[in-house]
């Protein structure tokens, strides 16, 4: 990575937090253009002034676009709480999510079909799986908590 390029991160995360954050967060969800109404009532935010405000930060990042009275993405960042969600057909999903539901499959598959013969080898297997299952489903519950919108 460059040097400008990390500065440019750098400033996009000093900028990018509170109602902007959310707009963007809001605009990477969606992923179609946006206009200044339809933020402010999807966000439940005060005024079309304060969206206008936050829509012109971020144009002025160069994360969006405006285009005909529309806001169009022009480059998705993975900035702060941004690293940890992936957009998954229009959900924000934490990453954690896929470790867990691998590992509460794995858990079920142990369970239903290697645990009949009592042996230390089975069972340390389920201890294992049972123990990254709940790990992973208690990371990704922190991180959907701090999700910012």
Not at 121 to 146: H, K, M, N, P
Request: hydrophobic fraction near 50%; proline fraction near 3%; aromatic fraction near 16%.
């Amino acid at each position: 990575m460059s040097k400008d390029t990390e500065l440019d991160l750098a400033k996009i995360e000093s900028r990018l937090s509170g109602n902007t954050l959310r707009l963007y967060w809001y605009m990477v969800k969606v992923d179609h253009p946006v206009t200044i109404n339809k933020a402010k009532k999807e966000l439940n935010l005060s005024s079309p002034g304060l969206v206008a405000y936050h829509l012109n930060k971020l144009v002025e990042l160069r994360l969006v676009e405006k285009t005909l009275g529309e806001y169009h993405l022009t480059n998705s960042v993975r900035v702060g709480v941004l690293r940890s969600f992936i957009r998954l057909y229009g959900f924000m999903v934490p990453r954690y999510v896929f470790y867990a539901v691998f590992f509460t499959v794995l858990c079920v598959i142990f369970l239903a079909f290697f645990v009949k013969p009592l042996s230390f080898q089975s069972w340390f297997a389920v201890a294992v799986c049972l123990i990254s299952t709940v790990i992973f489903w208690y990371e990704a519950l922190r991180i959907w908590r701090g999700k910012p919108f």
